[in-house]
């Protein structure tokens, strides 16, 4: 028989992305320490999911096993080193505060050897360090790097709480981030005010993408809010859109309101769509009449 892939996250800082390696034949679980093999050399980390069986769908082909589970000694040496963080962190900041820099210090990391050390930072322009790098070499002894990082970075490595209540996405389960736009905004119909779009790093929330390619899907063939239509019963404008029921509401110029359905998703029929927008000519040889189209009345109101 096939041998049962098995793996497991590893986190090597809280708050931080999850990495999927092979537990080999090591029973560990949820909670304990692993030592393995990274692109900075030995690291240890702590498992958060699993063990469970790999799916290819998910996780990548080419998973490293893990070396082996971390002993007592090494365990201490991790929490060592996160108060050696925490450390580091008060210097840098009285130094920056020392020499003036328009830098706002976000978060330190330090290698499980010691053998550097990086702080991560923002800033809103070009920030001359040179002279914080000394002090921080002269203090620590070891190499040092400061990273300049993004906002949206930063509100995945500080965390908090969305606008819905819950842990961030970028803090908790998203990997990487995607381009959100405005338009992923309107396509679903939200408002439009930045404060309510907007999250905890002011650029446009992670999660306006989520549906956004569903909402796109179930649109198909129907005509924007606002838009001029000939109906059966004369021209009118669009002025509401049930997405998901897939219907919209027409204003007549009469003053009636006109309820049309445009039934399932589109597949390969080609039929004309029940309303259309007001001037389009209908496609050659279309004798089709208007009164034959998949339409409902809604109540007058």
Not at 132 to 160: C, D, H, P, S, Y
Request: proline letters at 8%.
């Amino acid at each position: 028989m096939d041998k049962v892939e098995r793996v497991i996250g590893i986190r090597f800082r809280e708050g931080g992305k999850i990495y999927y390696f092979d537990p080999g034949p090591w029973n560990v679980r949820k909670g304990d320490y692993v030592v393995v093999h990274t692109e900075q050399g030995i690291g240890l980390g702590e498992v958060m999911e699993g063990p469970f069986v790999k799916n290819p769908d998910v996780h990548p082909k080419d998973i490293k096993p893990i070396e082996r589970p971390a002993n007592p000694e090494e365990i201490e040496k991790h929490f060592d080193n996160m108060r050696y963080e925490e450390e580091a962190e008060r210097f840098c900041l009285e130094r920056i505060q020392e020499l003036n820099l328009p830098m706002n210090l976000v978060d330190v990391e330090c290698f499980f050897d010691r053998s550097k050390i990086i702080f991560y930072f923002t800033a809103e322009t070009r920030v001359d360090f040179r002279e914080l790098v000394k002090a921080l070499v002269r203090r620590f002894r070891t190499r040092v790097e400061l990273r300049q990082i993004g906002v949206r970075n930063q509100a995945k490595m500080v965390g908090g709480l969305g606008t819905c209540g819950r842990p961030l996405c970028c803090a908790t389960f998203l990997r990487s981030f995607h381009p959100v736009s405005i338009k992923m905004a309107k396509e679903q119909n939200l408002s439009l005010n930045p404060g309510k779009i907007s999250g905890a790093c002011g650029r446009l929330m992670c999660c306006l993408q989520y549906e956004y390619e569903v909402y796109r899907q179930y649109k198909q063939g129907m005509p924007k809010l606002g838009k001029k239509v000939d109906t059966p019963k004369g021209r009118g404008k669009v002025i509401r859109q049930n997405v998901w029921d897939r219907t919209i509401t027409v204003l007549l110029e009469s003053g009636e309101e006109l309820e049309i359905s445009y039934g399932p998703l589109p597949d390969e029929t080609h039929s004309l769509p029940p309303c259309r927008r007001h001037g389009e000519i209908p496609p050659p040889g279309d004798q089709k009449p208007p009164e034959a189209t998949d339409m409902k009345e809604g109540n007058d109101k």
